[in-house]
């Protein structure tokens, strides 16, 4: 068994190589189980590798500075696996229109900084995307349940729009989390 004590130097070493990227810096978690990789404030990038027993390396991939990726770019080619018995055309379709968050099977190929996209090339694995989106705040009537109008709730809204730039969906919640909004 390796003591963190024996582990410390090796992943000073990763640390030193990958933070000598001047585009991007990284970020890793070690799970017990894997994890849903969320969308942080400049990060472009996630990926994660799962052990047989369930243990997962997670890395998150973020932008040093506003022109990372123009003057580095992440380049990847996306097929999604509609033959697939796995592949939900109700939702592929949401996406492409509103931007809804979709999972399916997909064939994917990408350069992920500090050599991190080999693993997805391929091969089909599971993809998780969503259309980029703005967040802003706006105030909702509220109906009680005998229809009379109660007082305007501030919702935190993000709206966003699939590849297709046909549709809009907006989701949300109010500031103490109970309601949700979704249109």
């Given at each position: 068994?390796?003591?963190?004590?024996?582990?410390?130097?090796?992943?000073?070493?990763?640390?030193?190589?990958?933070?000598?990227?001047?585009?991007?810096?990284?970020?890793?978690?070690?799970?017990?189980?894997?994890?849903?990789?969320?969308?942080?404030?400049?990060?472009?990038?996630?990926?994660?590798?799962?052990?047989?027993?369930?243990?997962?390396?997670?890395?998150?991939?973020?932008r040093?500075?506003?022109?990372?990726?123009?003057?580095?770019?992440?380049?990847?080619?996306?097929?999604?696996?509609?033959?697939?018995?796995?592949?939900?055309?109700?939702?592929?379709a949401?996406?492409?229109?509103?931007?809804?968050?979709?999972?399916?099977?997909?064939?994917?190929?990408?350069?992920?900084?500090?050599?991190?996209?080999?693993?997805?090339?391929?091969?089909l694995?599971?993809?998780?995307?969503?259309?980029?989106?703005?967040?802003?705040?706006?105030?909702?009537?509220?109906?009680?349940?005998?229809?009379?109008?109660?007082?305007?709730?501030?919702?935190?809204?993000?709206?966003?729009?699939?590849?297709?730039?046909?549709?809009?969906w907006?989701?949300?919640?109010?500031?103490?989390?109970?309601?949700?909004?979704?249109?």
């Amino acid at each position: 068994m390796v003591t963190p004590e024996e582990l410390a130097p090796h992943l000073h070493r990763l640390f030193e190589v990958l933070d000598a990227d001047p585009h991007y810096r990284y970020e890793f978690s070690f799970d017990l189980t894997p994890r849903e990789i969320t969308r942080r404030e400049g990060m472009v990038a996630g990926t994660r590798a799962t052990l047989p027993d369930g243990r997962t390396l997670t890395v998150r991939i973020y932008r040093r500075f506003a022109e990372a990726e123009n003057e580095r770019p992440i380049p990847f080619k996306l097929r999604f696996a509609a033959e697939d018995a796995d592949f939900d055309r109700t939702a592929y379709a949401s996406w492409r229109k509103y931007g809804t968050p979709l999972t399916a099977p997909a064939e994917v190929d990408i350069d992920l900084p500090g050599g991190l996209g080999a693993p997805l090339g391929g091969g089909l694995t599971e993809v998780s995307v969503q259309g980029a989106g703005h967040t802003y705040q706006a105030r909702l009537p509220i109906r009680k349940s005998d229809g009379t109008a109660a007082e305007h709730l501030l919702f935190t809204i993000t709206a966003t729009s699939g590849p297709e730039g046909t549709g809009l969906w907006e989701q949300g919640t109010d500031e103490s989390g109970y309601l949700t909004f979704e249109n």
